[in-house]
């Protein structure tokens, strides 16, 4: 009487087969799909072509290894986007491994638009908008119909005296003139930097003016 | 005084025009939290004090400012980013919303 292997009974039925590694033609077909195929399509697709049950966390061990996180063209497309679409675009790089830290970002149209409504700036930091986890810095202020519009964008990756001089210091490089009024939050840095070097240059600072200001009170009231 | 008095005198610390009734108001808040033991609350507002001039409209000095007094519109900004960019994108799906917001900014001006 011969004998049934496992696999055999299992094939016969409609039963699927759990997997602990991948083969090498597997690995091959993750290498055919793109970069920014999902990885339940790709399992899906493994699945039913060799018809066996693999887990997630497996097959996107294996995606990554291909495709990287932090691919090393990320950077670099960013800079010719930027150049494509004329944006000026200031770098700031660490001597000691080469890496970029701080970007400065302002374009033609940001440009016109702080000539005719650069007399107040908004200045504020956001964070979780990309996986470096690096800080957003934003200049904002409104326009004559009352839109929102943008100034310059800084990508920088700490919030220290030193990084937001040189965000300022690039900001009014590339606008040349003055805001009379800077509203921003109650950052002790930003607060720093102004009252150092551009306490003399007539612009009046304040942070947050009204609504912050009571909303921290009632809070530590509460405490 | 009540607390829910004392929250509303708080809160409308900021927004008093008048130099005198500020400190007036002021006296009597610091007092008020002392006597309750907010000793956190008596330091912060000792230390929001000595930069009045920065926050509250009584020190504020004549400024043409076009209306802005708060980072809410930066918020805003803030938020309609966070819509299309999270913590799982790179920097140049960043950049590609930048575009697309200012090509968008630029139909509705011309119009």
Redesign the interface.
């Known amino acids: 009487m011969e004998l049934i292997s496992y696999e055999e009974v299992h094939s016969n039925h409609s039963f699927k087969i759990k997997k602990d590694n991948l083969n090498d033609d597997m690995i091959k077909d993750i290498s055919c799909f793109n970069k920014n195929t999902s990885v339940t399509e790709i399992r899906e697709f493994l699945e039913r072509k060799y018809k066996v049950e693999l887990s997630y966390s497996l097959v996107y061990f294996h995606f990554r290894k291909i495709f990287p996180m932090f691919g090393p063209d990320d950077a670099s497309t960013f800079i010719k986007f930027c150049e494509d679409n004329e944006f000026d675009v200031e770098k700031c790089i660490d001597e000691s491994d080469k890496s970029i830290t701080k970007l400065f970002i302002c374009s033609k149209l940001m440009k016109a638009h702080y000539k005719a409504y650069g007399d107040s700036l908004i200045v504020d930091a956001t964070y979780r908008v990309n996986k470096y986890k690096l800080p957003v810095v934003i200049f904002s202020g409104y326009t004559h119909k009352g839109r929102n519009c943008i100034f310059g964008i800084g990508i920088v990756n700490d919030e220290k005296e030193s990084t937001y001089n040189w965000l300022f210091a690039k900001f009014f490089a590339s606008h040349t003139s003055l805001p009379i009024f800077l509203v921003s939050d109650h950052d002790l840095s930003i607060k720093a930097t102004l009252e150092k070097s551009y306490k003399t240059k007539h612009i009046y600072f304040a942070f947050g003016t009204l609504s912050r200001v009571s909303q921290s009170i009632s809070t530590f009231y509460m405490q | 005084m009540n607390h829910g008095a004392?929250?509303t005198k708080?809160?409308?610390?900021?927004?008093i025009e008048n130099q005198d009734e500020f400190q007036k108001t002021y006296e009597l808040i610091q007092k008020s939290?002392t006597e309750k033991k907010?000793l956190?609350?008596s330091h912060?507002?000792e230390e929001?004090w000595k930069i009045r001039e920065?926050?509250a409209?009584a020190y504020?000095?004549w400024?043409?400012?076009?209306?802005?007094?708060?980072?809410?519109?930066?918020?805003?900004?803030?938020s309609?980013?966070?819509q299309y960019?999270?913590?799982?994108?790179?920097?140049?799906?960043?950049?590609?919303f930048?575009?697309s917001?200012?090509k968008n900014?630029?139909m509705?001006?011309s119009k």
Do not use: C, H
């Open positions: 004392l929250k708080i809160l409308e610390l900021p927004y939290l907010f956190k609350g912060y507002l929001m920065k926050w409209r504020l000095p400024r043409f400012t076009g209306g802005t007094r708060t980072t809410s519109r930066a918020e805003a900004i803030n309609l980013i966070k960019v999270s913590s799982k994108n790179e920097v140049s799906d960043f950049i590609n930048i575009s917001f200012e900014q630029f509705i001006i």
